[in-house]
């Protein structure tokens, strides 16, 4: 491959120099990947804890996930919507009767399903619920990430996503997370079409919320007739030890109807993890009387439904149920916390650990704005652990789904010996 760099030191400069600085990247260069391990130029290996933000679940280069990618690439790749394609039915089919709806609208990258579902609620507001039009309000919350378009970072908390990106786009109502009073009295706005909100916020730092704040969420919005729109972009597709985290506590494989648990959303967003972190490939599901306002000519996509991105997902989404992924992360997210926890008594720096399945935030003792957990991801990945602050007190562990226990095991006495180590110099 006549595009491989000779050393990390060289590919960093590169990017350094030609690529625009919209990331911060850890100091590592990574050139290969497989399960749960990825390597960098140098050939060093690392267990991989971010797993590309929750969308490499299966784990990297799974190799049915591409060898579905390579047999659809020799046959047909594009074709646009203005003609049929003979793969995007049988995936439709599937992911509807998958998670539990009518109908699916294809996209590529989770903004863009997320400015889909943002699209139909609005048009579903005017057409169906009967709000004077360019008057809907949808309700967001605190903290909340959704994407880096330009409307969906008028409504960010996050003062870095939003400065000198303005005008923004009206018509969001920004309250409290996890406020299930402050929701209802912003329910009773006359105007408002929609609840946009994230099961649990993952860029925020993995915020949990009680465990009857999303089925409120679905109670009020059916109380007053707005639509509840589920982010799984993050949390879905087995991440949290659930099959989506709406379903709560449901160990259910799929979709059930177990109401006490499950909280149907109106629409749901997903991305990331439903092509296994190999294609972009993005949707949006809702059942008829909200996807009808779609009509042709209203919304699209060159490239949303392609062949190759449905054979891609396909792939991805039987892998999650024939290794039971879901069920695996579920296990071992609660072996993670109860050693992380058991080390928090014991650490000076650890303050506590929180999350859902092998959805994990562990909290420093510092300041949200010190560079410690900064530090100590550097010093993780010296160690051989690649894991990302969230908040310069956060780190964020999200490991691929196909960890085995005994790998999670030596994870944690990494990430122990890592934090110790840093607490002897540090003191
Ligand atoms: C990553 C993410 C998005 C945006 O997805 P992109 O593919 O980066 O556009 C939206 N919502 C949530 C909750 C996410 O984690």
Redesign the pocket.
């Known amino acids: 491959m006549i595009h491989n760099v000779a050393t990390s030191k060289e590919a960093m400069q590169l990017e350094d120099k030609y690529g625009a600085h919209n990331y911060h990247p850890l100091p590592v260069v990574l050139s290969k990947g497989e399960g749960v391990f990825v390597w960098d130029v140098e050939g060093k290996k690392y267990f991989d804890f971010l797993s590309a933000?929750?969308a490499v679940n299966q784990g990297h280069c799974h190799p049915r996930i591409v060898g579905a990618l390579k047999e659809q690439a020799d046959t047909l790749t594009l074709t646009s919507r203005a003609f049929y394609n003979d793969a995007l039915g049988s995936y439709e089919k599937y992911v509807t009767e998958y998670f539990g709806f009518h109908k699916v609208l294809p996209m590529n990258?989770?903004?863009?399903g997320?400015e889909t579902a943002i699209k139909i609620c609005r048009k579903w507001g005017y057409e169906k619920k009967g709000v004077p039009e360019n008057e809907g309000e949808i309700i967001v919350f605190d903290q909340n990430?959704?994407?880096?378009t330009t409307t969906i970072i008028s409504f960010s908390s996050d003062a870095g996503a939003r400065k000198n990106f303005g005008p923004f786009t009206h018509g969001f109502v920004k309250i409290p997370y996890n406020d299930v009073e402050e929701l209802e009295r912003a329910l009773k706005r006359p105007n408002v079409v929609g609840v946009l909100v994230?099961p649990i916020q993952?860029?925020a730092g993995v915020n949990v919320p009680n465990d009857d704040f999303i089925p409120a969420v679905g109670e009020l919005c059916k109380k007053h007739n707005a639509l509840f729109i589920a982010?799984e972009?993050?949390?879905g597709i087995g991440r949290t030890g659930s099959f989506l985290a709406v379903c709560g506590n449901c160990t259910c494989e799929h979709h059930c109807e177990r109401q006490s648990t499950y909280t149907k959303p109106d629409m749901l967003i997903l991305?990331?993890a439903i092509s296994g972190g190999v294609y972009?490939v993005?949707a949006v599901l809702a059942d008829n009387e909200v996807m009808s306002v779609i009509t042709p000519g209203t919304h699209g996509s060159t490239f949303g439904g392609n062949p190759l991105a449905c054979e891609v997902a396909l792939a991805a989404l039987r892998v999650i149920d024939d290794e039971h992924l879901t069920q695996n992360a579920r296990k071992l997210g609660k072996i993670f916390r109860d050693r992380m926890a058991a080390f928090a008594e014991k650490s000076e720096m650890v303050t506590l650990v929180r999350g859902r399945g092998l959805l994990n935030a562990v909290v420093i003792n510092d300041h949200p704005d010190s560079s410690t957990a900064w530090d100590i991801c550097v010093a993780l990945k010296d160690n051989g652990l690649l894991a990302k602050p969230t908040h310069g007190n956060i780190i964020r562990f999200a490991p691929p789904l196909v960890m085995t226990e005994e790998q999670l095991h030596e994870c944690c006495d990494i990430i122990e010996r890592t934090i110790a180590e840093y607490e002897a110099v540090e003191a």
């Open positions: 933000y929750s990258t989770g903004a863009e997320v990430f959704h994407g880096r994230e993952g860029e982010d972009i993050q949390t991305g990331k972009p993005s």
